[in-house]
């Protein structure tokens, strides 16, 4: 019997078109690799179930793709099939160039908080067209490291393994990322406020370089401006906000976050004009 590793090789090649380049990175359930089109010399993420997990890494990945076929945005890559060879499945996707938020915050110095605000402004644009589906689609794992901005500057959100249609008042996934997911998605509660607390969570770390811990009910935290007393006083509320242990302390809606943060973004542009 033919023994296949984990993961595979550079120079693999898959249904003799697609030739794997480089291993992206490595979840619990999936591998991502950057491949090319040997037909068209397009560049194409493929990810793969791990074999580790059997059953569970395939209903992951059929999942993820059932969710991609539903959506047209240009901030979400494509999909484009998938595949079984020798009993390994596969997704393939629109590649994006670009480098994760969370490299970028963990570079030499914080991003300034203009640049916060415009990405976190992009990420609520997605937010909204994803909601706002007739069947809306909740993210439930919005963190830095799946959004990846590319060389002009455009956030694309490149990972939907854990979200899930909207239906009934829930979602059909509960969990998350410690740090980034709402309290209530680890007591199987998730709706599209929970992506609002992601997106609040997403721009603490990117503003303070701070991750949180788990929330606690009636546990005190640390506003961005009270840890960077530079950061604008209004950015931090608008956070804070967001990051509000009860859902219903929360924006009503993505967009009426996104309509606060472009509001904030305007008078930053004001006050930098000033100095």
């Not at 993961?7 to 794997?20: E, F, K, M, Q």
């Not at 993420?45 to 991609?68: C, F, M, Y």
């Not at 069947?135 to 830095?144: E, G, M, Q, W, Y």
């Not at 854990?162 to 998730?190: C, I, K």
Request: overall charge positive; cysteine-free; charged content about 20%.
């Amino acid at each position: 019997m033919k023994v296949l590793s984990a993961t595979l090789a550079s120079g693999s090649i898959l249904r003799r078109r697609y030739r794997i380049l480089q291993l992206m990175g490595q979840g619990a359930v999936g591998a991502v690799y950057k491949s090319e089109d040997m037909r068209t010399g397009d560049l194409w993420a493929i990810k793969q179930a791990l074999p580790d997990n059997g059953r569970e890494a395939v209903r992951a990945l059929r999942h993820e793709s059932t969710i991609l076929a539903h959506l047209t945005h240009p901030k979400i890559p494509a999909l484009k099939e998938i595949f079984s060879i020798w009993g390994r499945h596969y997704m393939v996707r629109q590649f994006i160039q670009g480098v994760s938020l969370r490299v970028v915050a963990g570079q030499h110095s914080l991003p300034p908080e203009g640049d916060v605000l415009d990405w976190a402004i992009q990420v609520a644009d997605i937010l909204t067209y994803l909601h706002s589906l007739p069947v809306p689609v909740v993210v439930a794992d919005l963190k830095p490291s799946n959004m990846l901005l590319d060389r002009d500057g455009v956030v694309h959100l490149v990972d939907l393994g854990l979200a899930g249609f909207y239906r009934n008042g829930s979602s059909e996934h509960t969990g998350g990322t410690p740090g980034y997911a709402a309290p209530e998605q680890f007591v199987g509660h998730v709706g599209p406020r929970s992506d609002i607390y992601s997106l609040g969570a997403t721009m603490y770390y990117l503003l303070t370089g701070r991750k949180l811990e788990r929330r606690q009910p009636n546990t005190s935290l640390a506003s961005p401006h009270e840890l960077r007393p530079e950061i604008t006083p209004g950015i931090s509320n608008i956070v804070m906000k967001a990051l509000s242990y009860n859902i219903g302390d929360r924006f009503i809606s993505v967009s009426e976050l996104k309509g606060r943060l472009l509001a904030q973004a305007a008078m930053l542009s004001v006050l930098n004009e000033i100095d």
